[in-house]
């Protein structure tokens, strides 16, 4: 068995005896983890869920909401959808307006600044003025995963909160996010991610997680989704039941759980821990289940998943989302149309299908004639968007917005700005050390060789005399062979050489550097595995995102203006879950102190 299912099972067993952590001597002895139910009592005796209201009040308007919708409606209540573009035109008012739609993602393409991704919205928003409001929604997770990169707080990402392990900066992360994505017409979040980053070579999940300990990743969860949904935003958690220990990516191909039935509940507590605190949403993932379900139908169409164990077992009555259909785990089996109505029937309320035009009218027009026909049982219809119903009304939606132009005129508050900061500080982990070159001299002469600009720009804030060579972060192969020889120049002119490392292409960089002997850091911006494979570096930081706040962080750890707090939170092969070294501050070399108690 890999030692990451190995950890899920003594997660799963230490869960199942009420216990923090396992008995002395077990793998997980030295984690002081938060206390969560645990994921057996979810087969016997599952604690239900809050249902998604006790409000007699919520429930008449949504039944007198619901009564006065025809079926095509309905239908268009079940669909999410995209559209290329930056402003409403015919084609999208044709798609929203004449379809009714129930919601419309907005992607990257959508986006160009925050006021007129504002302005967009309000008139998503209007085309549905005298109808029923639709969810505006985005993917803003932080870290990797930006839509609006300005007129809005921009996390440094799911990881680097696991390494603060702050549950009161994972609360304040998610409340002013929320507040900044309302001031610019968004009511719905398709975040946080909850998957368990068990599999390090994860293709997809990776520094979105919190990291790959249940306990961590249910409290830190927990505690974004109550600060979001208290900014009034709908809050759609993902992807369930988990997508942390595949090792495929069901954009290409359909990612398989590989582990047993026990193993997959311990990774599902996460989702569990923040329904019972009343979450809105869930997002599906498409991957097979053969532990809980003995087949490879994808968890997104398969009615033991999401009717069964999400909907009976666990008792969640919010709302139940898909990934989208138009992925090729779901695409080349199914076919997006069948498998609109498959994942309908198995108990998911919406469908999203964001990309090509005539995929959204094949959803569609599957719909329709499996409700007409009673493939979509009316029941089964009406519980579907009495589930979104109850969501807008719920978070709001009916209520009329702030005008736009008092919302552009009020600025963002300058404390969101300071919880990006306060999480990227508090990350900064110090993985190793020689205990002679860092923190950094300020007066040295520095070369610093990184796949993200903002790196060396904090650094020549500080050392304005520092070399700095910016590398593509995906180059070529003949790219490579010049970069290797220009790193190899850069280094030889200076005294230490600062490298900054996103994914595996720039450790030749390192190798490169410090074969000419000078002292090299490293500065690692991604997946803390790839950290301490550069054997070569006299110190590693990892700081777990590339976004300038960030940056920013890792360089004045280097300069010893901060401490280096920040704690794995994930386990590597020579490194425990908890490791973090304690740097010494004040500029120029000195000795490492002392090493933090892993947690």
Same mark, same amino acid.
């Given at each position: 068995?890999?030692?990451?299912?190995?950890?899920?099972?003594?997660?799963?067993?230490?869960?199942?005896?009420?216990?923090?952590?396992?008995?002395?001597?077990?793998?997980?002895?030295?984690?002081?983890?938060?206390?969560?139910?645990?994921?057996?009592?979810?087969?016997?005796?599952?604690?239900?869920?809050?249902?998604?209201?006790?409000?007699?009040?919520?429930?008449?308007?949504?039944?007198?909401?619901?009564?006065?919708?025809?079926?095509?409606?309905?239908?268009?209540?079940?669909?999410?959808?995209?559209?290329?573009?930056?402003?409403?035109?015919?084609?999208?008012?044709?798609?929203?307006? &004449?379809?009714? *739609?129930?919601? @419309?993602?907005?992607?990257? !393409?959508?986006? %160009?600044? $925050?006021? #007129?991704? /504002?302005? =967009?919205?309000?008139?998503?928003?209007?085309?549905?003025?005298?109808?029923?409001?639709?969810?505006?929604?985005?993917?803003?997770?932080?870290?990797?995963?930006?839509?609006?990169?300005?007129?809005?707080?921009?996390?440094?990402?799911?990881?680097?909160?696991?390494?603060?392990?702050?549950?009161?900066?994972?609360?304040?992360?998610?409340?002013?996010?929320?507040?900044?994505?309302?001031?610019?017409?968004?009511?719905?979040?398709?975040?946080?991610?909850?998957?368990?980053?068990?599999?390090?070579?994860?293709?997809?999940?990776?520094?979105?997680?919190? &990291?790959?300990? *249940?306990?961590? @990743?249910?409290?830190?969860? !927990?505690?974004? %989704?109550? $600060?979001? #949904?208290? /900014?009034? =935003?709908?809050?759609?958690?993902?992807?369930?039941?988990?997508?942390?220990?595949?090792?495929?990516?069901?954009?290409?191909?359909?990612?398989?759980?590989?582990?047993?039935?026990?193993?997959?509940?311990?990774?599902?507590?996460?989702?569990?821990?923040?329904?019972?605190?009343?979450?809105?949403?869930?997002?599906?993932?498409?991957?097979?289940?053969?532990?809980?379900?003995?087949?490879?139908?994808?968890?997104?169409?398969?009615?033991?998943?999401?009717?069964?164990?999400?909907?009976?077992?666990?008792?969640?009555?919010?709302?139940?989302?898909?990934?989208?259909?138009?992925?090729?785990?779901?695409?080349?089996?199914?076919?997006?149309?069948?498998?609109?109505?498959?994942?309908?029937?198995?108990?998911?309320?919406?469908?999203?299908?964001?990309?090509?035009?005539?995929?959204?009218?094949?959803?569609?027009?599957?719909?329709?004639?499996?409700?007409?026909?009673?493939?979509?049982?009316?029941?089964?219809?009406?519980?579907?968007?009495?589930?979104?119903?109850?969501?807008?009304?719920?978070?709001?939606?009916?209520?009329?917005?702030?005008?736009?132009?008092?919302?552009?005129?009020?600025?963002?508050?300058?404390?969101?700005?300071?919880?990006?900061?306060?999480?990227?500080?508090?990350?900064?982990?110090?993985?190793?050390?020689?205990?002679?070159?860092?923190?950094?001299?300020?007066?040295?002469?520095?070369?610093?060789?990184?796949?993200?600009?903002?790196?060396?720009?904090?650094?020549?804030?500080?050392?304005?005399?520092?070399?700095?060579?910016?590398?593509?972060?995906?180059?070529?192969?003949?790219?490579?062979?010049?970069?290797?020889?220009?790193?190899?120049?850069?280094?030889?002119?200076?005294?230490?050489?600062?490298?900054?490392?996103?994914?595996?292409?720039?450790?030749?960089?390192?190798?490169?550097?410090?074969?000419?002997?000078?002292?090299?850091?490293?500065?690692?911006?991604?997946?803390?595995?790839?950290?301490?494979?550069?054997?070569?570096?006299?110190?590693?930081?990892?700081?777990?995102?590339?976004?300038?706040?960030?940056?920013?962080?890792?360089?004045?750890?280097?300069?010893?203006?901060?401490?280096?707090?920040?704690?794995?939170?994930?386990?590597?092969?020579?490194?425990?879950?908890?490791?973090?070294?304690?740097?010494?501050?004040?500029?120029?070399?000195?000795?490492?102190?002392?090493?933090?108690?892993?947690?």
């Amino acid at each position: 068995m890999p030692p990451r299912s190995l950890r899920a099972l003594t997660v799963l067993i230490v869960l199942c005896s009420g216990a923090c952590a396992t008995a002395p001597g077990g793998p997980q002895a030295s984690r002081d983890t938060p206390e969560t139910p645990a994921p057996a009592q979810v087969e016997a005796d599952p604690s239900p869920t809050p249902p998604a209201s006790g409000d007699p009040v919520l429930e008449a308007r949504v039944e007198d909401l619901l009564a006065r919708l025809s079926l095509e409606d309905k239908v268009g209540q079940l669909m999410m959808v995209g559209f290329a573009g930056t402003e409403v035109d015919e084609s999208v008012e044709a798609l929203v307006r &004449g379809r009714r *739609v129930g919601g @419309v993602c907005l992607f990257k !393409r959508n986006i %160009v600044t $925050g006021e #007129q991704v /504002a302005r =967009l919205n309000d008139g998503l928003r209007r085309l549905l003025a005298d109808a029923i409001p639709p969810f505006l929604a985005l993917d803003q997770e932080g870290g990797n995963v930006v839509r609006v990169n300005d007129d809005v707080v921009v996390l440094p990402g799911n990881m680097a909160l696991g390494a603060t392990r702050s549950p009161e900066l994972a609360y304040a992360a998610g409340h002013a996010q929320g507040e900044d994505l309302a001031r610019l017409g968004f009511n719905m979040n398709l975040a946080p991610v909850l998957d368990v980053n068990l599999n390090p070579r994860n293709p997809v999940i990776g520094i979105r997680s919190y &990291g790959d300990s *249940v306990p961590l @990743v249910s409290e830190l969860g !927990r505690a974004f %989704v109550r $600060g979001q #949904q208290d /900014a009034g =935003l709908v809050t759609v958690a993902k992807h369930f039941p988990g997508h942390g220990a595949t090792d495929a990516d069901s954009h290409t191909a359909l990612p398989v759980m590989r582990e047993s039935r026990e193993e997959v509940l311990a990774q599902m507590e996460p989702f569990h821990a923040v329904m019972r605190d009343g979450l809105d949403g869930l997002m599906t993932a498409h991957v097979a289940v053969p532990g809980l379900t003995g087949d490879d139908v994808p968890a997104t169409l398969h009615p033991q998943v999401l009717g069964g164990l999400l909907r009976q077992r666990l008792g969640f009555q919010g709302l139940v989302l898909t990934d989208e259909l138009e992925m090729d785990a779901i695409a080349q089996r199914y076919g997006v149309g069948r498998a609109a109505v498959m994942a309908v029937n198995a108990g998911a309320d919406m469908v999203l299908i964001p990309w090509r035009p005539e995929k959204k009218t094949e959803v569609y027009e599957a719909l329709l004639a499996a409700a007409h026909d009673g493939a979509i049982a009316r029941e089964r219809l009406d519980e579907a968007v009495r589930h979104i119903l109850t969501a807008k009304v719920r978070r709001g939606l009916f209520e009329p917005p702030l005008l736009l132009e008092e919302r552009l005129a009020t600025p963002p508050s300058p404390e969101h700005a300071e919880v990006a900061h306060r999480i990227a500080r508090a990350a900064v982990t110090l993985l190793r050390t020689d205990g002679k070159h860092f923190p950094l001299a300020t007066d040295a002469r520095l070369a610093v060789i990184t796949a993200e600009d903002s790196l060396g720009e904090a650094i020549r804030a500080r050392a304005p005399h520092a070399q700095v060579l910016n590398v593509p972060a995906y180059p070529s192969k003949a790219r490579r062979s010049v970069l290797r020889q220009q790193a190899r120049r850069l280094a030889l002119s200076a005294d230490v050489v600062v490298v900054g490392v996103i994914n595996s292409r720039q450790l030749e960089l390192v190798t490169m550097a410090a074969a000419t002997g000078r002292p090299v850091l490293v500065v690692s911006m991604g997946l803390p595995y790839l950290a301490e494979l550069a054997d070569e570096a006299r110190a590693v930081l990892a700081i777990y995102s590339y976004q300038p706040v960030a940056t920013e962080a890792a360089a004045a750890a280097l300069f010893g203006e901060i401490g280096t707090p920040g704690r794995l939170p994930v386990g590597l092969s020579r490194l425990a879950f908890g490791h973090g070294l304690d740097a010494p501050r004040g500029g120029g070399s000195g000795a490492l102190r002392t090493e933090r108690s892993a947690r």
